[in-house]
């Protein structure tokens, strides 16, 4: 039979594994803009990405369930057909983070996005 000391330890240890196995496995995908993602597009193809960027004006077409993403330099479409939830607050001008993997097709690149969440607009408004 261990000892009350070793069982602690042992205890430790596995809780220590359990969490060091947690961060290195679920570890979050760094989040790139528009621009970086697509100076080095080539390297993130069929891969797993997240983005954050603003929604062009007019770009959201509910019908193709699609929007464009600006950059400084690029523009990226969004499609967000099987992103679950979306909230109400996906509009124009409106910076967006989108989770999904990184597509090309006739040398058009776009998300196919899983997770798609917008800032809260009435976070940043003045109360009155």
């Known amino acids: ?4 000391r070793n ?3 042992l205890i430790g240890g ?4 359990a969490v060091l196995g947690t961060i290195f496995l679920q570890a ?4 790139l803009t528009v621009d ?14 997240a983005v954050r960027g ?3 004006d007019g770009s959201i077409n509910e019908s193709t369930m699609t929007f464009i993403l600006e950059g400084s330099e690029y523009d990226l479409i969004v499609h967000y057909s099987n992103a679950g939830s979306i909230s109400n607050g996906l509009g124009d001008n409106r910076t967006v983070y989108a989770e999904g993997t990184l597509r090309t097709y006739d ?3 776009f998300i196919e996005a899983d997770v798609i969440k917008t800032s809260c607009p009435s976070k940043y408004e003045e109360q009155v």
Do not use: A, C, N, W
Request: glycine share 2%; no cysteine.
């Open 28 to 31: 979050p995908q760094p989040t």
């Open 14 to 17: 596995v809780v220590t594994l």
């Open 54 to 56: 603003e929604i062009r």
């Open 107 to 109: 040398g058009t690149f």
């Open 1 to 4: 039979m261990l000892s009350y």
């Open 36 to 49: 970086e993602l697509m100076d080095e597009r080539d390297k993130h193809i069929d891969s797993e990405v």
């Open 7 to 9: 069982r602690l330890l």
